[in-house]
């Protein structure tokens, strides 16, 4: 019986596989990079990838896989002409200066032969404003994964910074990237920066982003990047947040600040409790190396069977 199981998944993943060949923009991280096996925590991220130096250093590593990059509004040095100021640029606020702007850092990765995926951090909504037409214009080149993300929403603990018109730029990113994985949060304020060591989401928090995610009928990937300090104080909040995100193929992004106050145990147990195929860990490696994932699920047979036979049935529904 489980061999009969076995050859009907994969004859059904074939199936998916050959109908969708062709789609090619945006790939889903999990196929992209075949060597995680449903495990996203083994994905290897680069942070601040947000100069020349930079993004060479990250491209010329084997082991990363993911660029995170900031995208303000500034200047481009070292270039001349009205179109070097006010342009999409990586960069991180307060800084409005950078030798590298967004159209040359994705056209830099489709030339590495678009071998790491990427996540665009849009720091202000003009900035993504700015933006659209440098995605529009590159868009079919992008073969590989691409996160557009933004805090749309206000969150802990009682965050002051300014959340992006949640509704700008959930309408833009699906419009003009509607394979990319949508990455939207919650302003926080927490960390050695805000002298802040306690703090949680609350159902409140996970309620809104969840209303207005449903308010704009989104359907494409999202991922939910949470901070690790206040994701791990109140694990049944999270899990109700994924539970509750019935519209769309869901999953978390743990992120975390130098400094930042984690009780790694608690954090390895949300992990664990949510599911290895559903979390992508981009923390400092001092903590990543605290926790502890060794127990941590992943798909079995069943549920590979069933996912197989779910998509299968998306897939000829559609083409009906």
Not at 221 to 226: G, I, L, Q
Request: hydrophobic share 45%; charged share 20%.
């Amino acid at each position: 019986m489980t061999g009969i199981m076995i050859a009907t998944t994969i004859a059904l993943l074939a199936v998916i596989q050959a109908a969708t060949c062709n789609v090619t923009v945006s790939p889903d991280p999990r196929n992209f990079f075949p060597g995680v096996k449903d495990n996203l925590t083994r994905i290897v991220w680069a942070h601040a990838v947000n100069s020349l130096a930079e993004l060479e250093k990250a491209l010329s590593s084997a082991d990363i896989m993911m660029l995170e990059a900031d995208v303000t509004l500034g200047k481009l040095n070292n270039a001349t002409g009205s179109n070097s100021t006010d342009i999409p640029i990586m960069a991180h606020p307060p800084n409005t200066e950078s030798d590298l702007s967004l159209e040359n850092f994705l056209n830099i990765n489709i030339e590495n032969n678009g071998t790491k995926g990427i996540k665009l951090d849009f720091k202000s909504i003009e900035a993504f404003e700015k933006s659209k037409e440098v995605l529009k214009n590159l868009r079919h080149g992008l073969k590989f994964p691409i996160f557009l993300n933004a805090d749309i929403i206000s969150g802990p603990v009682n965050a002051t910074a300014t959340p992006l018109d949640a509704k700008a730029f959930l309408q833009g990113a699906t419009k003009i990237m509607p394979e990319c994985t949508l990455s939207v949060g919650w302003t926080t304020r927490y960390g050695k920066e805000s002298n802040i060591t306690e703090g949680r989401y609350s159902i409140e928090h996970i309620n809104k982003m969840i209303d207005v995610l449903k308010g704009n009928h989104i359907s494409q990937p999202v991922t939910y990047p949470v901070r690790a300090g206040l994701a791990a104080n109140d694990i049944d909040v999270i899990k109700i947040l994924l539970k509750n995100t019935t519209f769309t193929n869901a999953t978390l992004t743990i992120w975390s600040s130098e400094g930042d106050s984690v009780d790694a145990a608690q954090l390895s147990k949300l992990i664990k409790s949510v599911g290895v195929d559903k979390v992508y860990v981009d923390v400092p490696q001092d903590l990543k190396s605290r926790l502890d994932l060794s127990a941590a699920s992943t798909f079995s047979s069943a549920s590979l069977m069933s996912l197989g036979m779910s998509l299968a049935l998306l897939l000829l529904s559609r083409m009906l």
